[in-house]
């Protein structure tokens, strides 16, 4: 079987907001997409970033709700080094965004932290300690 893992999806509340959010991970997501429905963003090994407004979701699942609960699935975006980690996690909640786990020094040898994006998911940061 050929199945290769192309595309993560996310759905969104707030394009724009969802949009500003990645943009502060780094994304170059140009600014012309926050008001469509559905954006993709290749990243550099070619895994494709989706979002797609939940009226978007509707157009073809009308009984489609938010789940509730925590998540069960999150993103992880890779640091440059410990140090970044730190300072893209404070970056983030002096923009406003919601800390979940405050970065450390984890047990399996990365500097660690956890952020919400916009719309709850967790998005992790991380790098390897020396």
Known sequence: MGLRLNVVGIVVADMPRAL???????????????????????LANGLK?????????HSFDPEWVPPVGGGRMGL????????E?????????????EG???PWDAFWGQRYAV????????????????
């Open 115 to 130: 952020v919400h994006d916009p719309d709850g998911n967790g998005v992790d940061l991380y790098a390897a300690l020396p």
């Open 49 to 57: 970033l989706a979002w797609d407004t939940i009226e978007t979701i």
């Open 20 to 42: 500003a959010f990645y943009r502060r991970l780094g994304l170059d997501v140009p600014e012309a997409q926050d008001k469509a429905p559905h954006v993709e963003y290749v």
């Open 100 to 102: 979940h786990k405050e």
């Open 85 to 97: 980690v730190d300072r893209v996690y404070s970056e983030l909640l002096a923009a406003g965004y």
């Open 76 to 83: 992880a975006f890779e640091c440059d080094s410990p140090a």
